[in-house]
């Protein structure tokens, strides 16, 4: 049964009429026309849909609209501002993060997630961090040295200042 669900996408206001069990990762991309988020294992374990509800790394094949009601997500395509584009996109480019580009979107918001609750992570809390997002590609090495990286440039790594 349809119903209407607001939330806040990109910051942005949106009303949709749909159905409160319909999964986020296909609202935001038929729906929506928002292709950034990608469609990869649809259980939760690549991380290649990663998006942000209330600035926490969520998969959005597992997220219902029944959840995100009243809250605040992010899509890649929401993480740049003004058109310039998020340090941690940058990153990912300057550093060859990426290969296929399959990944790099779920990556990116998980990075970006894990940077705000830890500006200024180790290499070792870095890998943690993103242990649970697959890169098929193999470029974990350059997608850990973006997000050092981008901590660099947005405040963090305190300990290579010393």
């Known amino acids: 049964m349809k119903e209407l669900i607001t939330f806040n996408l990109n910051r942005k206001p949106v009303e949709l009429n749909l159905d ?21 294992c649809g259980e939760s374990y690549c991380g290649a849909c990663t998006v942000l509800v209330d600035d926490e790394a969520l998969r959005s ?8 009601q009243n809250r605040s997500v992010v899509t890649i395509e929401g993480l740049a501002n003004n058109g310039e584009l998020h340090p941690l996109q940058k990153a990912f480019m ?7 580009g399959y990944c790099t979107p779920g990556m990116i918001m998980n990075a970006y997630a894990l940077l705000k609750k830890n500006p200024d992570p180790t290499e070792k809390q870095i890998m ?9 590609c193999g470029a974990y090495k350059r997608i850990v040295e973006a997000i050092q990286a981008a901590a660099r440039v947005m405040g ?7």
């Open 156 to 162: 963090g790594f305190e300990h290579e200042k010393k």
């Open 94 to 100: 300057e550093n060859d993060a990426l290969q296929c």
């Open 61 to 68: 094949c597992q997220i219902t609209l029944n959840d995100i």
């Open 128 to 136: 943690e961090g993103m242990e649970e997002n697959l890169c098929r």
């Open 20 to 40: 409160r069990d319909r999964i986020l990762l296909w609202v935001l991309r038929t729906d929506l026309g928002l292709t950034g988020t990608k469609y990869g």
